[in-house]
């Protein structure tokens, strides 16, 4: 009797602890609120110089595609179209490495080649930031900002280039 009021008090207890409700589990989402999301006027607002091939830089890298297409990037970048930065990191490695060995000889001089570099390099950081989806706005831009900056210093080189030689000619027409 003993042991039946024991069974009895044990199968009351279980039934009290199995409670039929059920609790409905929500998965946390995790959403990218507006304050942290990158706008056209951001990009605008970074603070940068931005230089543009001159035109006889233009007529010389106008076979050089791959320039071409980083041109077409960053544009893309400007209009907030971060798919070619997102890319996985061979991807990318593989753009650079064809950049480099599609460089047109007629500007591979060292500090042109160094400015590739630093490209490269913050190409290679944009993309590891615009990866991370809980990156802060405020890092995203920067790194945007470094690598345009990037860019612009390297159309600079390529520019300063040009007009070294343009000058070169121009004074040896005048000695003559």
Same mark, same amino acid.
């Given at each position: #009797? ?26 946390? *989402? ?10 056209? !006027? ?14 006889? +830089? ?66 290679? !950081? ?7 989806? @809980? #990156?802060?706005? +405020? *890092? ?17 080189? *390529? @520019?300063? !280039?040009?007009?070294?030689? +343009? ?5 040896? !027409?005048?000695?003559?």
């Amino acid at each position: #009797m003993r042991i039946s009021k024991f069974y009895i008090f044990i199968l009351i207890l279980f039934s009290f602890n199995c409670k039929n409700s059920s609790k409905e589990t929500v998965p946390e *989402v995790l959403e990218v609120s507006p304050s942290n999301s990158i706008s056209e !006027k951001d990009i605008e607002k970074l603070d940068y110089v931005d230089y543009n091939l001159s035109s006889d +830089a233009q007529k010389s890298l106008q076979d050089w595609q791959k320039y071409k297409e980083l041109q077409d990037y960053v544009t893309f970048l400007k209009k907030l179209d971060f798919s070619f930065f997102n890319e996985e990191k061979t991807i990318l490695k593989t753009f650079i490495n064809d950049f480099n060995t599609e460089m047109p000889q007629s500007i591979k001089t060292a500090p042109i080649v160094s400015r590739a570099k630093v490209l490269e390099t913050k190409l290679l !950081k944009l993309n590891s930031v615009m990866r991370l989806d @809980n #990156m802060d706005k +405020a *890092v995203k831009l920067e790194a945007i900002q470094e690598f345009l900056i990037a860019l612009s210093n390297f159309n600079l080189q *390529v @520019n300063k !280039k040009f007009e070294l030689e +343009a000058n070169l000619v121009d004074k040896e !027409k005048t000695e003559q």
